[in-house]
Nanobody, 119 residues
């Protein structure tokens, strides 16, 4: 239902752009977000964006990462600049999807994409 892509290996100071596309039966999409989980650490929220475009960022990525969305393409992006070794993690997208008219919104998770930042 959610396909994430764009991860890879990059040197410190470099950039990557993650994408996450929602597919299947979709009536409406509400909030979209990126989370990450580093080895032996809990999953944490990196950035989120509401249906109206309001954004929120973890303190550790403010000024370096930018979340955006394309509602027509049912896609959420995460532009990551000035990457640091501490950003190394598996990145997961999460999307609140309403499958049918007047249906409830349910959260769906992508499969994760690995970002490795070398020093």
């Amino acid at each position: 239902q959610l396909q994430a892509s764009g991860g890879g290996l990059v040197q410190a100071g470099g950039s990557l752009r993650l994408s996450c596309v929602a597919s299947g039966s979709i009536f409406n999409i509400n909030g979209m977000a990126w989370h990450r989980q580093a080895p032996e650490k809990q999953r944490e929220l990196v950035a989120s964006i509401t249906s109206s475009g309001s954004t929120n960022y973890a303190d550790s990525v403010k000024g370096r990462f930018t979340i955006s969305r394309d509602n027509a393409k049912k896609t959420v992006y995460l532009q990551m600049n000035s990457l640091e070794p501490e950003d190394t993690a598996v990145y997961y997208c999460k999307v609140a999807i309403q499958r049918i008219y007047r249906g409830i919104y349910s959260d769906y998770w992508g499969q994760g994409t690995l970002v490795t930042v070398s020093s």
